[in-house]
């Protein structure tokens, strides 16, 4: 094999691809922030607020028509399809209309819209690392693609309750509350055109620059050839030790992001307000942002440690995820119910969760090599988004009480930590690319 390339470019597509990601994250989770004014100006139920947040797992049905694309026809193809569906989607919820059930109607239409765009952003990550960048470095890049989406999700939390104002219902007066009505739907859709100017931006640039592929492979694994689509699925589906890691990744990050997404209103029964549940989700989501990539740099130096780090980051969290429930049931346990504690507990648990993304990611790949990067990690996708769905339909008829949900969080990260314990771990493309370049 021939020594592998690596191009100064290969940054720039990893950026407009993480933008693509962040602006998903980001329309994904408009709503969940600032549920309590979206009901006072669109009407919104809490059938309609879970069901907005239910559209990001079903938009992944057709994953697997993503990942198909993505082998046989390459990023580009894949990337510009996943950018116009979300401008389509980003669009649809920005039409003026009168009528609030026809602007109910539309805004459903864009939410899964921007569902369907799901399943690139959360699995091409490992495929464009491995296309683009030196094994060295395969690590940080996908935890920066992957993460962002995630990151775009916390900025929601972060722009939603600081740009549009909570309903004021200590007004009795109906010429107030008209009014107060009138401006928050104002800044809600303020928020929407911005959206929208955002995406439509990052597909203009993306159609502008976005190569498939680099001249010339960064290494052998990059260079290599990988097995069928058909071939793929079989040989995932008869690997024991591929199925155990992906229901130790899909539990508890479908739980979490299922819980994340409606985060405001399962606080909301606790007193929490909708700027502090806002902060309390970005600062979770950015926290394991920053902590994933930090794991994945320490990854890239000291190679086959996957594992420990795993073990390490589902610990915390099982643990932060026990402490967080607990103290929600403060008649039971009388544990102090403060703002300090929401703060702490959810913040390491999305610190804990969230960084294991990447880590998750890249075992992935190594255990199954040469399966494509883009199959693996659309199966495991698939199967969280599965595990969120299921627990968003039960949330549609049980959304007066949230004790079950929470207990759902220290469950699914047990469950996880043991199955990783009993995983033996192997480095398939690792040993391809350090022992037959050499």
């Given at each position: 094999p021939l020594a592998g390339r690596v191009y100064g470019r290969r940054w720039l597509v990893l950026l407009l691809f993480s933008l693509l990601g962040f602006a998903q994250g980001l329309v994904w989770n408009t709503w969940g922030p600032i549920q309590n004014s979206a009901r006072l100006a669109f009407g919104f139920s809490g059938w309609d607020i879970a069901l907005l947040v239910f559209w990001g797992p079903i938009g992944f049905a057709p994953c697997f028509f993503f990942m198909w694309l993505m082998d046989k026809k390459g990023l580009r193809v894949t990337v510009l399809l996943t950018s116009s569906l979300m401008v389509l989607g980003a669009g649809l919820r920005c039409v003026p209309v009168s009528d609030l059930e026809i602007r109910k109607k539309l805004i459903h239409g864009g939410q899964l819209?921007?569902?369907?765009?799901?399943?690139?952003?959360?699995?091409?990550?490992?495929?464009?690392?491995?296309?683009?960048?030196?094994?060295?470095?395969?690590?940080?890049?996908?935890?920066?693609?992957?993460?962002?989406?995630?990151?775009?999700?916390?900025?929601?939390?972060?722009?939603?309750?600081?740009?549009?104002?909570?309903?004021?219902?200590?007004?009795?007066?109906?010429?107030?509350?008209?009014?107060?009505?009138?401006?928050?739907?104002?800044?809600?859709?303020?928020?929407?055109?911005?959206?929208?100017?955002?995406?439509?931006?990052?597909?203009?640039?993306?159609?502008?620059?976005?190569?498939?592929?680099?001249?010339?492979?960064?290494?052998?694994?990059?260079?290599?050839?990988?097995?069928?689509?058909?071939?793929?699925?079989?040989?995932?589906?008869?690997?024991?030790?591929?199925?155990?890691?992906?229901?130790?990744?899909?539990?508890?990050?479908?739980?979490?992001?299922?819980?994340?997404?409606?985060?405001?209103?399962?606080?909301?029964?606790?007193?929490?307000?909708?700027?502090?549940?806002?902060?309390?989700?970005?600062?979770?989501?950015?926290?394991?942002?920053?902590?994933?990539?930090?794991?994945?740099?320490?990854?890239?130096?000291?190679?086959?440690?996957?594992?420990?780090?795993?073990?390490?980051?589902?610990?915390?969290?099982?643990?932060?995820?026990?402490?967080?429930?607990?103290?929600?049931?403060?008649?039971?346990?009388?544990?102090?119910?403060?703002?300090?504690?929401?703060?702490?507990?959810?913040?390491?648990?999305?610190?804990?969760?969230?960084?294991?993304?990447?880590?998750?990611?890249?075992?992935f790949v190594e255990t199954v090599y040469p399966v494509p990067e883009g199959i693996t990690c659309g199966v495991v996708t698939f199967l969280s988004n599965v595990f969120m769905g299921v627990l968003l339909f039960f949330l549609t008829f049980y959304h007066t009480e949230f004790s079950w949900f929470n207990w759902c969080l220290p469950g699914s990260c047990l469950l996880s930590l043991l199955l990783i314990l009993c995983f033996r771990e192997s480095y398939d493309r690792l040993y391809l690319d350090v022992v037959v370049s050499v």
């Open positions: 819209l921007n569902g369907l765009a799901g399943p690139t952003v959360m699995n091409a990550a490992p495929f464009l690392s491995t296309t683009w960048f030196s094994p060295d470095e395969r690590a940080t890049a996908t935890a920066i693609a992957s993460l962002l989406n995630y990151l775009g999700a916390a900025g929601a939390f972060l722009v939603g309750p600081l740009v549009v104002p909570s309903p004021n219902g200590t007004s009795h007066l109906l010429l107030v509350l008209q009014s107060n009505t009138e401006h928050i739907k104002d800044r809600i859709e303020a928020v929407l055109y911005a959206e929208f100017g955002m995406v439509s931006l990052i597909f203009s640039a993306a159609l502008a620059y976005f190569p498939s592929r680099p001249p010339f492979p960064p290494s052998v694994a990059a260079a290599s050839q990988r097995l069928s689509y058909r071939r793929s699925f079989c040989r995932l589906l008869s690997n024991f030790r591929f199925l155990m890691i992906a229901l130790a990744y899909a539990i508890p990050l479908g739980v979490f992001s299922g819980w994340s997404g409606v985060l405001d209103l399962i606080l909301t029964p606790v007193h929490v307000s909708q700027v502090d549940a806002g902060w309390i989700g970005f600062w979770s989501i950015v926290g394991g942002c920053v902590v994933g990539i930090a794991m994945a740099r320490f990854a890239d130096f000291i190679r086959g440690m996957l594992k420990f780090i795993l073990l390490l980051l589902l610990s915390g969290a099982t643990l932060a995820s026990t402490w967080f429930t607990l103290t929600c049931l403060t008649n039971v346990t009388h544990l102090p119910l403060t703002t300090a504690t929401l703060y702490t507990s959810c913040i390491l648990l999305g610190i804990f969760l969230n960084s294991s993304v990447p880590i998750f990611f890249e075992l």
